[in-house]
């Protein structure tokens, strides 16, 4: 596949636009990456593909933004996050990805028509504990299955209406442990062969290009179009897993 023309036209780009949402700009928008490279490769593949990757643009995101991160939403949101991460691995033999994309959609699809459109813009700026638990677990569980943890996060933190640097510093937080946790289990799993590892170490060296373009996009953006501008992704990936779900039922 190295030779393959396709491999690189697909997975470029979505390295390049994981990267950028990594590092903070329209993270939602991330969810794409799975789906883009699995034009070429099984969906099983792309997510084995792109999880070491995805560790390193972690380490570039945690570095570049060291300090800037809410504290107390870190530690609401990832108890539920390791509970979502071992039911994904428990029932990863019998999950439907069909289900999960359909499930992902419509919340990334209802939550960024509201906050695009400013309804019940006043609710949710308190953190709630259990509210923040239920929506870590579902995180960690669509990440652990799709690497699509990205739109429950933002239901749950985009109504705090945190700075951008802090907030995309607290997702990069977020999803560096969510991933680092992911990675032994997709090797008990046999989720990861020489061959994958080999597609991985090709394309790593585009992941901090992404990441760091992602925080320049975030430190000259005005918040509230950062906001806005993370909504309009969410509504588009919402929409396109909504039909990629619904798709994979109907197939």
Known sequence: ML???????????????????KGGFGGAVA???????????????????????????????VYSYRGQFEARALRLLLPGALLG???????ANFVNDAMMRLLVGVVALVFGVQNLLGW?????????????????????????????GGPPFAMYLLPKRL???????????????VNLVKLPA?????????????????????????????????QLSNPVVYYKIISLF????????IFDGYQGLAG
Request: proline share 7%.
């Open 186 to 218: 997709y090797y008990a799993l046999g989720q990861f062969d020489g061959e994958s590892l080999w597609y991985s170490l090709v394309l790593v060296p585009i992941a901090p290009l992404g990441v760091l373009l992602g925080r320049r996009l975030v």
């Open 31 to 61: 969810i794409l990456a799975v789906p883009l490279m699995a034009l070429r490769m099984s969906p099983a593949q792309a997510a084995a593909i792109l999880l070491p990757i995805l560790i390193v643009m972690d380490m570039v995101v």
């Open 120 to 148: 019940l813009a006043s609710l949710g700026r308190e953190h709630n504990p259990w509210l923040a638990t239920l929506i870590g677990a579902l995180s960690g569980f669509t990440s652990f299955s799709i690497h699509a």
């Open 234 to 241: 969410l509504v588009c990936v919402g929409i396109k897993l």
């Open 3 to 21: 030779q393959d023309p396709m491999f690189y036209l697909l997975s470029v780009p979505a390295v390049l636009l994981y990267g950028v949402a």
């Open 85 to 91: 991460l071992l039911a994904g691995y428990l029932l």
């Open 163 to 177: 700075p951008p640097l802090i907030y995309a510093g607290t997702a990069g937080l977020f999803f560096a442990v």
